[in-house]
């Protein structure tokens, strides 16, 4: 589920009433809670739907005073999850486990340019990463994306905005790409603690050459020197 930039410009110029008669009368009007709908799309995203996690956290910045936009766009997502009520996360397993329940195996979607063909080992962790640079046009602040796969499934994702904003694409991937290498370290640890022996390195795929050459060459550049220089403790990892 990805919304246009249309949409999002739409839900971030809105505004909604702050008197309470007004705002029941949005509830009276579309029939349900604003508040308690976003719980339902967060409950949803959190446990199995990473699709619309970007959405949802969009969505739930308006929680105090939603206008008739963000109404209509809640109501969309649910039809979205109606929609696509049979999709869901799909785990790889080497062996059958006979206490499953014995039901067909869904369809699994053949798209090769899906980031999931690149993961050349389902037994190790790997990491993709991204932002919307500047997307936020109240704040001009980014959102950063992270998922890690694991045995054929994201395990950890996440959607967040970044506490600054960033001068350009490349600072915005950075910082997106810190916050993946701390949820790899997490994840990395608890693998240790289960006994899950995971020797070879974490790969993480980044869509911006420069936060690569960054990260590759392991020091700033001319052009990021004025980054926070906690930001560059990925280097270290």
């Not at 790969?203 to 060459?217: E, L, S, Y």
Request: charged letters at 20%; aromatic letters at 10%.
């Amino acid at each position: 589920m990805k919304p246009t930039p249309i949409l999002l410009k739409q839900l971030e110029n809105e505004k909604g009433p702050t008197d309470v008669s007004r705002q029941k009368a949005l509830v009276s009007k579309y029939g349900f809670s604003y508040h308690q709908a976003i719980g339902g799309l967060l409950f949803a995203a959190v446990t199995c739907r990473p699709d619309i996690i970007f959405y949802v956290i969009k969505l739930s910045q308006y929680s105090t005073t939603p206008a008739d936009h963000h109404f209509l766009a809640v109501k969309n997502s649910y039809r979205y999850l109606r929609t696509a009520i049979d999709h869901g996360i799909i785990y790889w397993r080497k062996c059958p486990q006979e206490d499953l329940p014995d039901k067909p195996p869904p369809d699994l979607r053949n798209d090769t340019e899906s980031d999931v063909s690149l993961i050349k080992n389902a037994e190790i962790p790997t990491a993709f990463v991204g932002s919307d640079w500047a997307g936020d046009t109240a704040t001009r602040k980014s959102v950063s994306g992270t998922t890690l796969y694991m045995a054929g499934g994201p395990i950890i994702y996440r959607s967040r905005q970044q506490p600054t904003v960033s001068l350009s694409s490349t600072e915005a991937e950075f910082i997106a790409a810190l916050d993946a290498g701390r949820s790899i370290l997490y994840l990395r640890s608890i693998l240790d603690d289960l006994d899950i022996d995971i020797s070879a390195a974490t790969d993480m795929f980044i869509n911006n050459a420069g936060a690569r050459q960054m990260a590759n060459a392991q020091c700033p550049t001319l052009r990021t020197r004025h980054l926070n220089l906690r930001y560059f403790s990925l280097l270290e990892w």
